[in-house]
């Protein structure tokens, strides 16, 4: 059996599995589909594919998209507490972008 290695999202992903046996489960179908079939199955929630493997890509999506969810609670802290250590650049650069629109 070759040795497969993945890279971008996918291997992203397979570094968040926790269960070796949802990895495995993972490279069997990998190995089996076309990869950019299997990440569409993944992001449209193709009801075929196990409910581990959707709580899987949950999880990775939780952590990509962490730093979005992180700049709303830090804006929020800036304006109830005026905390500006927590504001990135960015987010206050976004905010500045938005109040000069009003």
């Known amino acids: 059996m070759r040795e497969l290695t993945f890279s971008g999202k996918t291997g992203v992903l397979l570094a968040a599995v926790k269960s070796p046996e949802i ?3 993972y490279v069997r179908l990998l ?3 076309d990869l950019t079939a299997m990440e569409q199955a993944l992001q449209q929630g193709d ?3 196990p409910e581990g493997y ?3 890509y ?5 952590v990509k998209n962490r730093k979005q969810h992180d700049d709303h609670g830090n804006m ?3 304006i109830k507490h005026g905390d500006s250590s927590k504001v990135s650049l960015e987010t206050a650069r ?3 972008a938005y109040l000069e629109g009003l």
Request: glycine share 4%; no cysteine.
């Open 54 to 56: 959707a709580k899987v």
């Open 23 to 25: 990895r495995k489960g």
């Open 76 to 78: 929020n802290a800036f």
């Open 47 to 49: 009801p075929t594919l």
């Open 31 to 33: 190995e089996r589909y």
């Open 94 to 96: 976004s905010a500045v």
């Open 58 to 62: 949950r999880s990775y999506l939780a």
